[in-house]
């Protein structure tokens, strides 16, 4: 691994850096704040399980925040998550609350548009209403929660020293789990945007377990939180410790355990298996706002209490948090990008061309898309996603969906097979089955992805999706992945297409 | 394991806690009988009861400070500290207040007429009465907060019983045909004993407020 690309990344560490400062607060800062548990004890605990839950559990939420935008380029990928470190810092320091979702959502967003890609409006409306339900499902956790607790505690008598004794083990316990969901769920702000273009390849572990390479960047970004949490948190944990001096430690024990189910909800892939399973609706794996989900849990436990001393112009605060901080991040990184590519000499983004050629039309048609109303554009190459919109803007005559269709399927990813890079693909990462119908595809090219994803269906089973159902979501999830993996490996720059 | 070395250190000083309140009933108990072997004339048996109340309110020093330094030393109940350091040293001076009458008697030996006996004794037995109900509700304070109000009002009760005593048996001193300066000393005795409950009042009102503190 080369110096430049531990550079591009020292934006997310620092992110990572920030969030491990400002968020370890949420999960152990009343517990320390209150001196209920030592800094040390708090800080070992955090770090460790921030690092499992990034490692271990990162994988569904990061997944979300790569539709929002794939950058496709590192020093992209280092300018939005250096914007979004920058807009957390600044708003920090002006003392207006922020969140590193909705900062990173902004700059993603911002990126976009000086790429000219296209930014998915359903997952920006499953993203920015999760915002606004994350504080409310805490809230709703926080009373029931509470009540449940308080009246266990009225029935069971305990002595005050027993209870003391207990909520201590309890808001460590809690803390724990509160961190792995924090890794979990937030280890998608940090690194999320580096994994399309990880600089890692995926190993094994002797038999026992494979590392992808985004596992590789959530252990770094895991690591960074760590460092944050350490050398910087303990000043942020008094702080809330104060803040919330009214909460008695039963309460901050419920506020953690209702933070760290919200996140834990929003992150955990093998939850959402279980649920497609019992054939239950289930929750969008999103990064979503760990301090915002306390403030929910607080000021439910404030309703149930009978809705005294509640913050509302807090609320106001954060409802502007909402439009100012990826408004901010958003602009902030659309201007660093154009600083970085043109008076650093950067690439920002890899330009993504669009044709609609035969391969393209005829699949089109086989769709049910009359390609006859496309008229003059048959063969026209664009040089971006918006321009290719725009022109379809003009034809006639196709629905939303018929458009994204096109949209996916004109865009230009010349790929080309050779032997020696599929030698350097990590050996856990593919099946034999897999590994051996790419093996066939050896010398040959292709100018849309999907023209690979139908060869290599064509070569093996083991290549096929499986039917769209939320119980297959893991598995197709998972051969997304390995197929994003071999588009990364096999991708050559030059656009041009072969005669 | 480390998990049942917490909870035998909780237990041991939930112990301590639980005794420290033993001693101050004792206390009260002890000093009930002593006025009582001392207004009958058995000396031996109230010399006897002075030595018992002297160890007790030793013993009971001897705990609180064990108690407070545990609890700062080991950072426990940080949020209700310094609540429980202001009760328990508050129930102390109701052990030094049973203590110091002990003494007057022994060193003063009032010679107490036979008419007022009765009514020494009704204000003794309030005065404890509101003690011992002080303790009960102390205890609740650390297991059932809400609970503490049903052992307060008994606390009021006792004390104002005790006053309405008090002031009688002042009228009756101060109507006899007694010297002057014999009234003056049954007078501070009957002070003496009454003020153990009003400080239980007193500590009463602020239990109060720390359970308020506490269920909320």
Redesign the interface.
């Known amino acids: 691994m080369d110096v430049a690309i531990l550079v591009f990344l020292s934006s997310g560490l620092f992110l990572g850096w920030s969030l491990g400062a400002n968020d370890a607060a949420n999960v152990f800062g009343t517990a320390v704040g209150?001196?209920?548990v030592r800094f040390t004890t708090a800080a070992l605990i955090c770090s460790v399980f921030v690092i499992l839950g990034a490692v271990i559990s990162g994988g569904g939420a990061a997944h979300t925040l790569g539709k929002l935008g794939a950058i496709n380029i590192m020093p992209g990928a280092f300018m939005v998550a250096l914007a979004a470190a920058l807009t957390v810092y600044l708003m920090t320091k002006a003392s207006l609350p922020v969140s590193t979702t909705q900062a990173i959502v902004g700059a993603i967003v911002g990126w976009n548009l000086f790429s000219e890609s296209l930014t998915d409006a359903g997952t920006l409306i499953i993203l920015v209403s999760t915002w606004v339900i994350c504080p409310v499902l805490a809230g709703v956790i926080g009373a029931g929660l509470y009540r449940v607790v308080t009246g266990g505690l009225?029935v069971a008598?305990?002595?005050?020293?027993?209870l003391?004794?207990y909520t201590?083990?309890g808001l460590i316990l809690a803390g724990a789990f509160g961190a792995y969901s924090l890794g979990a769920n937030n280890i998608a702000n940090v690194m999320g945007v580096f994994v399309p273009v990880s600089p890692f390849t995926a190993f094994n572990v002797g038999d026992l377990f494979a590392i992808s390479s985004a596992q590789q960047l959530f252990l770094l970004g895991g690591i960074a939180i760590a460092v944050g949490v350490f050398t910087y948190s303990k000043r942020v944990m008094l702080t809330v410790g104060r803040d919330l001096a009214p909460l008695?430690?039963v309460a901050a024990f419920v506020v953690v355990v209702s933070h760290s189910i919200v996140l834990f909800l929003f992150a955990s892939q093998g939850l959402e298996h279980l649920l497609a399973r019992a054939g239950l609706p289930t929750i969008p794996l999103v990064p979503v706002s760990s301090s915002q989900a306390v403030i929910g849990a607080i000021i439910g436990i404030g309703l149930m209490?009978g809705g005294r001393g509640i913050n509302y112009r807090l609320l106001g605060n954060i409802a502007a948090g909402w439009a100012a901080t990826p408004l901010i991040a958003g602009v902030t990184c659309f201007v660093a990008l154009f600083f970085l590519q043109n008076v650093f000499n950067q690439q920002v983004y890899r330009p993504v061309a669009y044709e609609l050629s035969a391969p393209v039309l005829a699949r089109a048609e086989a769709q049910g898309i009359d390609t006859g109303r496309l008229g003059d554009l048959a063969g026209r190459r664009f040089a971006s996603a918006a321009r290719f919109t725009d022109a379809l803007g003009e034809a006639n005559g196709l629905t939303g969906d018929q458009r994204d269709a096109l949209i996916r399927l004109a865009e230009i990813d010349r790929l080309v097979i050779d032997a020696a890079t599929l030698a350097r693909l990590g050996k856990g990462s593919l099946t034999e089955g897999q590994r051996a119908a790419v093996a066939t595809l050896v010398g040959q090219g292709f100018d849309h992805r999907w023209l690979l994803d139908d060869a290599l269906e064509r070569a093996s089973a083991e290549w096929r999706a499986r039917p769209d159902t939320t119980v297959n979501k893991l598995f197709n999830r998972a051969l997304d992945e390995q197929r994003r993996a071999l588009y990364t490996l096999f991708r050559v720059d030059e656009v041009d297409i072969e005669p | 394991m480390k998990r049942t070395a917490i909870f035998s250190k909780t237990r041991e000083l939930e112990g301590q806690i639980d005794e420290f309140f033993d001693k101050v009933g004792d206390g009260a108990l002890s000093f009930k009988l002593g006025i009582g072997y001392y207004l009958s004339g058995d000396t031996a048996a109230f010399e006897e009861k002075l030595k018992q109340v002297n160890e007790i309110e030793s013993r009971g020093d001897t705990l609180r400070r064990q108690i407070e330094r545990k609890l700062y030393a080991q950072t426990l109940i940080p949020e209700s500290r310094g609540d429980v350091l202001g009760l328990l040293e508050n129930m102390d001076q109701i052990l030094n207040k049973c203590e110091g009458p002990m003494w007057q008697f022994a060193i003063e030996k009032p010679d107490i007429p036979a008419e007022f006996h009765a009514d020494y004794n009704n204000l003794v037995d309030s005065a404890v009465a509101a003690v011992e109900q002080l303790v009960m509700a102390a205890r609740a304070f650390f297991r059932d907060a809400e609970s503490v109000s049903d052992h307060m009002h008994k606390v009021l009760f006792y004390e104002k019983e005790g006053d309405k005593i008090s002031t009688r048996l002042k009228m009756a001193i101060f109507a006899g045909d007694l010297e002057l300066a014999r009234k003056a000393q049954l007078r501070n005795f009957v002070e003496h004993i009454d003020d153990i409950a009003d400080t239980a009042e007193d500590v009463a009102d602020r239990l109060a407020i720390y359970a308020i503190k506490r269920s909320t």
């Open positions: 209150t001196r209920m009225r008598k305990l002595h005050l020293l027993r003391d004794a201590r083990i008695s430690p209490k």
